[in-house]
Nanobody, 117 residues
Framework: VQLQASGGGLVQAGGSLRLSCAARGRTNYIMGWFRQAPGKEREFVATITVNRGTTYYADVVKGRFTISRDNAKNMVYLQMNNLKPEDTAVYYC?????????????WGQGTQVTVSS
């Protein structure tokens, strides 16, 4: 499967962005969003299962971010509300299990999110 993230940009604190992850090929995978800020390790943001769409979030984004998927369109989304400067990072989508980025594969090209204060 090939993944491509898009939808990033520059937004003021308190604003919103919606990221998209387009999948090509086999798509019946658990999908996850991760992010990596300069000089920091890649960190878990959210994940969603295939059929029931069960979601899991990192505590730092819980209540602000929403992950969803449209299996018919082979798309996964990350709605980000009430953005904070500390959310600034490159965001990636990938397939895998759990919250450890090392357990994920098929990393797509990331999309930059910059939140100004």
């Amino acid at each position: 499967v090939q993944l491509q993230a898009s939808g990033g940009g520059l937004v003021q604190a308190g604003g919103s962005l919606r990221l998209s992850c387009a999948a090509r090929g086999r798509t019946n995978y658990i999908m996850g969003w991760f992010r990596q800020a300069p000089g920091k390790e890649r960190e878990f943001v959210a994940t969603i299962t295939v059929n029931r769409g069960t979601t899991y979030y990192a505590d730092v984004v819980k209540g602000r971010f929403t992950i969803s998927r449209d299996n018919a369109k082979n798309m996964v989304y990350l709605q980000m509300n009430n953005l904070k400067p500390e959310d600034t990072a490159v965001y990636y989508c990938a397939t895998g299990v759990g919250s450890n980025w090392r357990e994920y594969q098929n990393w797509g090209q990331g999309t930059q999110v910059t939140v100004s204060s």
